[in-house]
């Protein structure tokens, strides 16, 4: 048995898919297949029944993946403290972001960190808050960069910057004459929210109480945020948009941005890691990098701006 068998095994099981795994392990499928299988071989059982689709453990394989996470994990930080010993940015580092964040903050530094640091070996996906907590808890990512919700006590969160929200208004909705949007002005109106789950969208429906947002038969749940702003340049209703999207915004875009009145709903995000986190002076430099590559007001919450 090999820490590379357990790894490939983990993948396995986190994407419920040979091929999937295979791709995440930078091998070929037959390559990770015949590893477990010879992991298989070994111990004498199947740890993926490999009939059911999505593919998925066996009961004894069930208790086979915990222990093998905690094999890893024990590995991982043995690592960890030798590398934070050196104050290294070596080693592999996976990151968990929500999407609403992802689009718009990873471009701004993620190219220049690659060039910075070429020898690093980050990856990143695309996570919602619930997934990144999980995560977290099972050592699958090292940190998660996400809006700052109050259930997150039993973790550790560094603050990156503060995002306002704003509105995305059609051209032939009746808003789109308004300087300011009020809470009291979203009564009504076609708004393109996102699936419950999603904490930018939960976040603003508790600020603007929009209580039956969700039931409205004018209120229509798909993707993402990009799919709700082509809806609404075509010519329909209301949506959401965070910040940062503004600055990939072309002129015209730009006129149907609405900012929201005083006070301006606004998200914390932060960087989130677990208590025994070891990595800090990895952390410390990725803190930097972000805060580097936003606008420099972004860094502080403004007067005229409430925390949700």
């Not at 960890?80 to 104050?87: G, L, R, W, Y």
């Not at 076609?190 to 904490?199: A, I, V």
Request: hydrophobic share 40%; aromatic share 8%.
């Amino acid at each position: 048995m090999t820490l590379q068998q357990i790894e490939y095994m983990l993948a396995v099981y986190r994407y419920k898919h040979f091929a999937k795994a295979a791709e995440f392990c930078h091998v070929t499928q037959p390559t990770l297949s015949a590893m477990i299988q010879k992991l298989e071989e070994e111990l004498g059982i199947r740890i993926f029944d490999r009939k059911q689709q999505p593919v998925g453990p066996t009961p004894i394989g069930k208790q086979i993946l915990a222990q093998g996470r905690e094999v890893l994990l024990s590995v991982r930080k043995l690592k960890e403290i030798v590398e934070e010993a050196k104050h290294s940015l070596l080693g592999t580092f996976r990151i968990g972001i929500l999407p609403t964040i992802a689009p718009y903050l990873i471009p701004r530094f993620f190219p220049q960190l690659m060039k910075k640091y070429p020898d690093m070996d980050v990856r990143i996906t695309e996570m919602q808050t619930e997934d990144i907590k999980k995560a977290l808890r099972h050592g699958d990512i090292d940190v998660g960069i996400l809006a700052l919700l109050d259930d997150m006590d039993e973790f550790d969160d560094t603050h990156l910057f503060y995002e306002q929200f704003f509105a995305y208004v059609s051209r032939e909705d009746a808003l789109y004459r308004h300087q300011v949007i009020r809470t009291a002005d979203l009564k009504g109106e076609y708004l393109w929210l996102l699936d419950e789950g999603h904490c930018f969208s939960d976040q603003l429906v508790k600020f603007c109480q929009l209580k039956g947002a969700s039931q409205s038969k004018k209120a229509y749940s798909l993707g993402s945020i990009e799919t709700f702003m082509r809806m609404v340049e075509s010519g329909k209703g209301v949506t959401f948009i965070p910040e940062l999207s503004i600055l990939q915004l072309n002129e015209n875009q730009k006129e149907m941005v609405r900012p929201f009145a005083i006070p301006i709903p606004t998200r914390d995000i932060v960087m989130l890691t677990a208590k025994d986190f070891i990595r800090k002076t990895l952390r410390e430099m990725l803190v930097k990098e972000i805060q580097k590559a936003v606008p420099k007001d972004m860094l502080d919450l403004k007067q005229t701006q409430q925390r949700i």
